[in-house]
């Protein structure tokens, strides 16, 4: 099932790519739907109510990686303790987190690819030019278009769905690509992306999930005791280098302490040394008068 998802990836990806990439104005008509021209702008981005929609969306996704990020923190902080959840299953969630949404949208493509948003271009009350998927270098210098982060992040819930039971486990990734698409089409709605950001956050990111899931959950190499053990090490390395950092840092403390000690004594005695001023006396005498 897992090989076959990945095809099923890779082929749309070819095909949406050539598409996109012969007809590249196919996203400017899909935006043009969601703008009004009169207004000069998309009305759904003004919304309030569109607007918490979005933001509660956003939110979802989180719900199923935070119980993974605790039990490896648990794991971090007390490395004697048995993981609850399978490391296998904890290091796929957050690795295929930080991996997909994390590093390959918001750091490799959001913040290099340089396309223009819909909102920003002039067919849609902008001032920078158009740019294709495939062109990099446009006019925007960071947080861009291509791809979307939270479609991306969206779409990533084909990690959890893949953990479902095996009978609804289809019913489970098709359910988190049509919230991923849900999520990507408010996105086109609100003016933010392209059609062609939200095809390719998915593609990039179930690929990358999938490739997770081979890695770490495969049953020929799937090793969850060698995986907790590996993890308890690490974690108990990291407690030793912080205990020598602390104890460094004490051992500096103390020696500043006892410096700062010598000091004031050494204060305290020089200024038992000094005698105060005689006391002041007022004048008694009245003054001759000038002659």
Known sequence: MVRGWLLAAGAVALVLAAVFAVHPLIDIEIARLFFDREAATFPIASSEDWDGIRHSLNWIPYIFVL???FVLLRKVVFP????PIAPSVVL???GSFIAGPGI???VVLKDNWGRPRPNQIQQFAGSADFQPWWRPGGACPR??????GEASQAYWLVAPAMLSPPPVRPVAMGAAVVFGTSVGALRVAFGRHFTSDIIFAAVITIAIVIGFYWLLLNPIRRNDARL???IERGAIALHRRTSRVLAGAGAALAHGGRALGRAGRRWQRHIATLKPAPDYQPWT???????
């Open 285 to 291: 005498e009245k003054p001759e008068p000038l002659a």
């Open 104 to 106: 390959a949208t918001n």
């Open 80 to 83: 004697g303790s048995p993981m």
């Open 92 to 94: 796929f969630l957050i």
């Open 143 to 148: 947080n861009c278009s291509f791809v979307s």
């Open 67 to 69: 119980p993974a990020l």
């Open 228 to 230: 907790e053990q590996a």
